[in-house]
């Protein structure tokens, strides 16, 4: 099991980090309290479906419960079945002080310390200095936008680029409504129906005689080749501007053969390339022959 401790300074973008972290996979939670972190793992260790990776969120918000966090800390990694990272954000006090005047947000100290930030933040220093020794990743956030800041963290915490993209890939039937969640919609009903055909009517772009048939027009041929190059140069393209999940949709009439097919084969070829692929067919059960 892979655990990873994000901590840092109130409005370092440890909250961004969480982002990031659930993204490419990680079970987040955010601003637990220390003393629960170790019932957590175990929890999640002995469950029923074991989780692999998580990402705990703890900082100054905890209050007095935070000063638990360093004996935590050392316990875990004394846990050889436990592999503990911890991910230190912060940023210079004057960048913190402009993040919390430009988003109008109390500091987690604000009460505590009459309104006063410098004195609040100087104290969260001193109760995380002790942490940021220790960190296994260090981060000045001072200077990076969101954007860069992920792009850092995929950097660290992906194996592969890829991976920080989900990819849905769905069928669907314009006669039962476009599919609204869809990021790219490509209509194939320009291609030969299957449905004319008795042979093939109560079959789907699941089974090989459908696909075969499909398939077997130059201009389907053409059509997946010309869909597969346009999908295969705008990929790259959403993963560098940091998007997490892309859903890529084929409409035919009712859903079920021509729409089946292109998705089957697109998700097959993305697979291929080592994309991390859903396959969905949103319509292909409706007015199913029992």
């Known amino acids: 099991m892979q655990l990873l401790i994000v901590t840092g300074m109130s409005g370092s973008g440890k909250s961004c980090a969480m982002d990031v972290m659930e993204d490419i996979g990680y079970y987040c939670i955010d601003n637990i309290p220390p003393s629960l972190i170790s019932r957590f793992v175990d929890l999640c260790r002995h469950s029923e479906s074991p989780l692999g990776k998580i990402a705990v969120a703890v900082d100054i918000r905890s209050g007095d419960m935070f000063t638990q966090i360093f004996q935590a800390w050392k316990e875990l990694k004394n846990d050889e079945d436990i592999e503990v990272k911890i991910l230190f954000l912060e940023a210079s006090d004057e960048v913190l002080i402009k993040r919390y005047k430009e988003t109008r947000r109390k500091h987690p100290l604000d009460e505590r310390f009459n309104g006063n930030l410098h004195q609040a933040i100087r104290y969260e220093w001193e109760q995380l200095s002790q942490l940021r020794e220790v960190a296994d990743y260090y981060m000045d956030t001072s200077y990076l936008s969101a954007s860069q800041l992920k792009e850092q963290i995929k950097e660290l915490f992906l194996e592969r680029r890829s991976d920080s993209l ?61 869909l597969k190059d346009l999908i295969d140069f705008l990929i790259p393209l959403y993963i560098h501007e940091g998007k997490s999940q892309l859903v890529i949709a084929f409409g035919c009439t009712g859903g079920k053969h021509r729409s089946v097919t292109f998705a089957e084969l697109i998700a097959k070829h993305l697979s291929e390339n080592e994309y991390r692929v859903q396959k969905y067919h949103r319509d292909i059960t409706k007015d199913k022959r029992f």
């Open 166 to 226: 989900s990819i849905k890939v769905m069928s669907f039937g314009f006669k039962y409504g476009v599919s609204t969640e869809s990021d790219l919609v490509f209509d194939v009903r320009c291609l030969p129906n299957p449905y004319y055909l008795e042979e093939l009517r109560w079959h789907t772009g699941c089974d090989q005689c459908v696909r075969d048939y499909v398939m077997g027009f130059e201009q389907s041929q053409k059509l997946f080749e010309k």
